[in-house]
């Protein structure tokens, strides 16, 4: 079982130069002061950029990101971008991922976010609406076509070691590479049942 463990760091980067785990950004905070200390502080090694509308938004993180980079004294291009896919918009772009940014590191479907955004209720696995099964598919097509891993967001009240197995049989079955949590305490609670 892979499960991609994205919760932020806090504190400085290792002294010994390794990387931290990773951080979340909006997109909306790109081009803000904060990320761009946040990144030079932390020197996360993967970041999760949530808030895309549009597959062209990857590659504003990556122009922003290359910025920061360059800036901070970082090689440009070191930083992997995985992009968040929850708004609705994204899975009718046609833009092709593997376009936009080399620095491309993977996709991660969230479907929960997806569903409140359609104003669905939530469902797990093969019980989704039509509509969410198609934009899980896509997902992982669009995963494919950029030849980088697509993974699947665990649902935020997700704490159950057992459920977690059930999940990730069900996403390996879809055709995602493993499991992603961005949140501590999901974390904590599933650390060392993987």
């Known amino acids: 079982m892979l499960l991609l463990d994205l919760t932020q760091h806090e504190g ?4 010994d130069g ?11 905070q790109i081009d803000t002061e904060v990320p761009d200390g946040l990144v030079q502080l932390l020197a996360p090694s993967v970041i ?10 990857m590659q ?11 800036e901070s004294g970082r090689a440009v291009g070191s930083t992997i971008l995985i992009a968040h896919c929850a708004h609705p918009s994204l899975f009718l772009d046609p833009t092709r991922f ?14 929960p976010a997806l569903a409140r955004a359609l104003g669905l209720p ?17 997902c992982v097509l669009l995963a494919a076509d950029a030849r ?3 993974y699947l967001a665990l649902p935020e009240t997700l704490d159950d070691p057992s459920a977690l197995g059930r999940l990730d049989a069900v996403a390996k079955a879809d055709g995602f ?7 501590d305490a999901q974390m904590a609670a599933l650390r060392g049942h993987a």
């Open 18 to 28: 390794s990387a931290s785990p990773g951080l979340r950004l909006d997109l909306s």
């Open 60 to 70: 504003r993180a990556d122009v922003a990101l290359s910025v920061i980079e360059a």
């Open 48 to 57: 999760l950029v949530s808030g895309l509308e549009a597959a062209a938004d």
């Open 177 to 183: 590479a493993g499991l992603l949590s961005a949140q």
């Open 148 to 150: 980088v891993p697509a």
């Open 122 to 138: 939530e469902a797990d696995g093969r019980g989704a609406p039509a509509v969410l099964q198609a934009a899980r598919a896509r």
């Open 12 to 15: 400085p980067a290792p002294p």
């Open 98 to 111: 593997s376009a936009l940014s080399r620095r491309l590191g993977g996709l991660v479907y969230d479907e």
